[in-house]
């Protein structure tokens, strides 16, 4: 099956990707998945951290998201509040800010893994604005 993964690599991956792939033994695949869920609580049961948003690794989220999450929970939950209440107000501001983080995941991930880039003949200046817009969610 390796020669049938590195076919499919040399196909479909950027030329310095493919070349890596061609060049290793024992090669196999590790699976990335993002997603987005419409709701961080149903009653009283929440998700918090990738499970309620798997955004690419290269979003550099992963822990920090999860502290995140728990944090606001806590920060949004009172004693003598509207339980329910407070819970749906939590899950809309945490499905929002998660979704946007999926979606950022998502555009790194073209731009640093899909897309075929000349970085030795990136300039600082040329290198600095390409960060800069990958960077930038692109809203559109």
Known sequence: HESELKALAQAAL????????MQSQDTFVQAIYQACVPH???GRICLLGDA???ASPVSTAGALKAM?????LAQALTPAGDLDAELM???????AEG?????????RARAMILQDKDW???DADSFTAWF???NTLDEG
């Not at 995140?68 to 606001?72: E, G, I, P, R, T």
């Open 68 to 72: 995140d999450d728990a944090l606001s």
């Open 40 to 42: 961080y609580a149903a």
């Open 120 to 122: 030795g003949g990136m």
């Open 132 to 134: 800069a817009a990958v």
């Open 89 to 95: 107000a939590w899950s809309d501001t945490r499905c």
């Open 52 to 54: 309620g948003a798997l």
């Open 14 to 21: 950027p030329s310095p990707y493919a070349d890596i792939c």
């Open 99 to 107: 979704n946007y983080l999926s979606r950022f995941g998502q555009q």
